[in-house]
């Protein structure tokens, strides 16, 4: 299978923007919530016989928390901030305990998250449904701080893909939406070369590039 397969899957002759946005949420992670619980049991934990009290999070949940990055870096948050990640809400609620180890994430990409989870708390963000109601990014995601957060100069490449992981890993959903949302128009209509480069696929041999012009002859017909 050559990369030209994958790089006609999302082309936009062969998918809808719509069923891209889809495709790529489609991957989300979230409500396999002992996958994650028991990925975080294999982080220093309290010892089996501590005893934690009962606690019910909710929406006025103001103690203030722990994240730890998989580099040791902390960060202090709110536990209601906090609770729109899955992971966090899932860690936290039934306990008194303020730690939470996420353990797939580095420090400079859970900075960002942190930044985004702080801010929802104050200004939640506008659902993203389908079909997208709107022909471009700014239309469709009209709050100026979240198109700030993952513009072109604000982000790079490799770090909006950071927190594609990242919102998967925490079950983080209007951070996922977002990401995706922002993927998704950095793909339409962009050529085979480009999107090849977005999705940081290998370059093909010349042997692979023959075979595919051959097989996909519409991809290469710019060049």
């Not at 050559?2 to 923007?17: H, L, M, T």
């Not at 957060?149 to 927190?163: C, P």
């Amino acid at each position: 299978m050559d990369q030209a397969w994958y790089q006609n899957f999302v082309s936009d002759e062969s998918i809808s923007r719509e069923m891209l946005f889809e495709l790529l949420t489609a991957a989300n992670p979230r409500g396999d919530r002992q996958r994650r619980l028991l990925s975080q049991q294999t982080s220093t934990s309290a010892p089996r016989n501590t005893h934690y009290t009962y606690h019910t999070m909710d929406d006025d949940d103001n103690r203030i928390v722990k994240l730890t990055s998989k580099d040791g870096k902390d960060f202090e948050i709110t536990a209601k901030a906090a609770q729109l990640s899955d992971l966090a809400k899932d860690t936290l609620e039934g306990s008194d305990k303020v730690d939470v180890d996420i353990l797939r994430v580095d420090s400079s990409c859970l900075e960002m998250v942190i930044e985004f989870l702080k801010h929802h708390d104050i200004e939640a963000m506008k659902e993203i449904g389908t079909p997208l109601k709107g022909s471009t990014f700014e239309e469709i995601m009209d709050q100026a701080w979240y198109q700030n957060f993952v513009s072109d100069e604000s982000i790079s490449r490799e770090m909006l893909f950071e927190l594609l992981t990242a919102a998967n890993y925490m079950g983080i959903k209007p951070l996922l939406d977002l990401v995706c949302l922002k993927i998704t128009f950095q793909l339409t209509g962009k050529s085979a070369e480009e999107i090849r480069t977005i999705l940081n696929l290998p370059e093909m041999t010349p042997e692979e590039e023959d075979r595919a012009k051959k097989e996909h002859k519409w991809i290469f017909e710019d060049n």
